[in-house]
């Protein structure tokens, strides 16, 4: 959510504090639906924006991980053919192993993967030469495994930011719904006036919107004046 958002969700939670504080709202129906509306749009703003903070951190976290466990399981196994290189005197494949964690570590993701898999496809064709080396079969599949399940990451964040957007856009029309149904309380509110004005000047300060960005407050709606003539005496 954006800070204009953040916003308008505390002020309608200032408004549900104030109406589940004073049941008179109860006694109009036309207003006790406009907020009973008002309160599931405002759960489902609330499991959006959570949705869509988990979809971006869970999703890095998964990325890392198996970028690391990647690399991780590539590295013994450039370092062997490193040692296989050097009793060789294979000048050629030292330099091509040549890497650190770090290094394979390092760069964009499709980079990461190319060492890795370099690595894999240089191993796996050197693999009865370096059997005294530690590389074995075994070692390549698990290494060949965790490539293939970083690459499916790798596109994750295009498709959580598509999600993303799917996510922001449902959570505007969950705010507009919102706010049409709090043009109705306003409309209502000043039928509490006579009964009960400390309700309605709670009620008319809690929409008061914060603005966090500018340290200050939009005015709050305004009770609409009552424009029946007195009773005649």
């Known amino acids: 959510m954006n800070t204009k958002q953040l916003n ?37 703003i609330q499991a959006f924006a959570q949705s869509q903070s988990q979809n971006n951190t ?70 009865a030469s370096l059997a005294n080396y530690g590389v074995t079969v075994a070692k390549l599949t698990a290494l060949n495994g965790v490539i293939a399940s970083f690459n499916l990451l790798i596109g994750a964040p295009r498709d959580a930011r598509a999600g993303v957007k799917t996510v922001t856009g449902n959570i505007q029309t969950e705010f507009d719904a919102a706010d049409e149904d709090l043009v109705q309380m306003d409309d209502l509110i000043v039928q509490f006036q006579p009964g009960n004005p400390k309700f309605v000047g709670d009620y008319l300060t809690a929409r008061a919107i914060v603005d966090t960005a500018a340290t200050h407050a939009s005015p709050a709606p305004q009770a609409k004046p009552n424009t029946q003539p007195p009773p005649k005496t």
């Open 8 to 44: 308008k969700l505390t002020m309608y939670l200032a408004v549900e504090g104030i109406c589940d504080g004073n049941n008179i709202w109860q006694t109009l129906q036309s207003f006790a639906d406009a907020y009973t509306d008002l309160k599931t749009h405002v759960t489902n």
């Open 58 to 127: 869970g999703i890095a976290v998964a990325k890392q991980a198996a970028r690391m466990a990647m690399c991780n399981a590539a590295f013994p196994i450039s370092s062997a053919i490193h040692a296989y290189a050097i009793k060789t005197k294979n000048n050629q494949l030292v330099a091509q192993v040549n890497f650190s964690i770090s290094d394979l570590m390092s760069g964009q993701a499709p980079e990461s993967v190319t060492r890795c898999q370099n690595i894999y496809n240089t191993a796996n064709a050197n693999l």
